[in-house]
């Protein structure tokens, strides 16, 4: 039971620090967001499957394409979180939330699929 102890100290501590450092790399690149937040999107989008090869639309009658784009400088600046995850065909929203106590947080995902989905990564060519 002292070990199981010691290893959540040590697991917590570990949170910790990685949130101190989190924090003033936000600050270090001029971002003013939620620190939490940002770690539980970061965790979430480390569970999201590769992305899939695009399929071409001539093999199709209709075609649902989307594409993410960016974070404007102001929206960073103002303190927004990029909360889209795409992994072709799937687009993926992490909406920061609260629960009822007011204070514990955490992220409700949801999942939209498409024909194709493209990145702000992408090159333009392809899409179109």
Do not use: W
């Not at 947080?105 to 939209?112: A, E, G, L």
């Amino acid at each position: 039971m002292e070990a199981a102890r010691a290893d959540r100290r040590r697991q917590y501590e570990e949170q910790k620090q990685a949130k101190l450092d989190k924090d003033a790399l936000n600050k270090a690149l001029g971002r003013n967001v939620d620190v939490d937040f940002d770690i539980l999107i970061n965790q979430k989008r480390s569970e999201v499957r590769p992305a899939l090869n695009h399929v071409s639309s001539a093999q199709m009658n209709i075609c649902v394409c989307v594409r993410k784009r960016p974070l404007f400088e102001k929206e960073t600046q103002k303190g927004e979180i990029d909360v889209v995850t795409v992994s072709n065909p799937k687009i993926a929203i992490h909406n920061p939330q609260f629960k009822v106590d007011g204070i514990t947080k955490y992220i409700q995902n949801s999942d939209f699929n498409f024909d194709n989905a493209y990145s702000e990564q992408e090159d333009t060519r392809p899409l179109y």
